[in-house]
């Protein structure tokens, strides 16, 4: 799978591009300044000579020619980025991580975008393009380090089936990450501001926590349960 | 510990009180009409007459006369109780487990109060109150089964470390309950929102999930944690 990560010179962003890229994807980060992209890009691959990672650093037009697009801009360049390559979005799956947060005082609050989630922004600003919300609640910094096992159950949320199950797939190629369906699109407000709980327990526990859902056991593929 | 629930006899809270009572604390579930409390003291009694439960049904005033107060009734009627009880709840731990949630087709949405957060309207009603956010991810139909085993950390967030530490310390009562301190009261409303996806989650797979954190090892008591 070719996955492009546009704004993927941030931490989250970067740490996704190394993960996917060390179960065998392609990755191509994207960034308004191609060298940055291309330094980055660089970083990661001095960083794990001993992975295979193909990794490359491009503009974010090149990083849209791509199987699975990852959103990993700061929130309030999210929707904008998706409107000026709304074009080149359309019929593909975009998967947005970002997440809108505030740091008032010693803790971090979630910033509710007048649309309800950026997800559902970038949505509108792309309407032709099929929007899942995913990867928020993974830890970047255990992300990023490719000798760390990951442990998190990622909640994907789309109105595009075929985006639910294409996130849900490319979660599962990541060991110890597993992908759930947690419904449509409207569910990335909540998943989206739950995010600043996580970071603040992180930041008062010191942890690098994510979550898994317990009493949950899917049904196996195939099975009735979208009803 | 002696706990209250108001508003006890809804799902939610006849299975916190049964699964309270069940680990040895003396349960009051408390309503506008004590005859309606007694009744589903007596049914719970009835359900499990070996377990040594004491659960007695009473009305919300009386059931305020406890150490513990939880708040489990609908949540458009949370904020109303709490102003209307407040004199009774002054200086005392209430720990606020109401979602504000709507079904809208087929999908539940988490809705938003004015106030930001039902836990934070319920401090505002009562503003002598010790209010905690907590429960709210906690799968009502396993809470009320006493022979099934609970996996969950529950987050608890509260301006009042007193409170947080009275609701850490309850929860840590329940045998595969974890109580976990998630910051300031400003988190219920993430962790209130949070809510809708599981249930969304429930419905569609047919679960009863709640969830644990992973990557998340508490320091030991009296370590260095808030800062």
Redesign the interface.
Known sequence: MIVGILGGTGPAGSALAARLASVGHEVRVGSRQPDRAAGIARELLDKWPDDGLRIAGVGNEAACESDIIVLATPWDGAASLAAQLAPRLEGKVVISMVNALAK?GD?F??L?PPSGSIAIAVQQAAPGARVAGAYHHL?AR?VADLRATL??DV?VCSDHPMATSATVGLTDSIPGCRG?????L??A???E??T???V??NV????????????????PAGGD??R
Chains 1, 2 share one sequence.
């Open positions: 008032v803790e609050q979630a509710i830890p255990t442990d998190a909640l759930v369906d947690a419904g449509r409207s569910a407000a909540a998943i501001a739950f600043a709980v996580l603040g327990i008062k526990h010191r942890a690098h926590a994510s979550i898994r859902l317990t009493g949950y056991d899917p049904a349960v979208t």
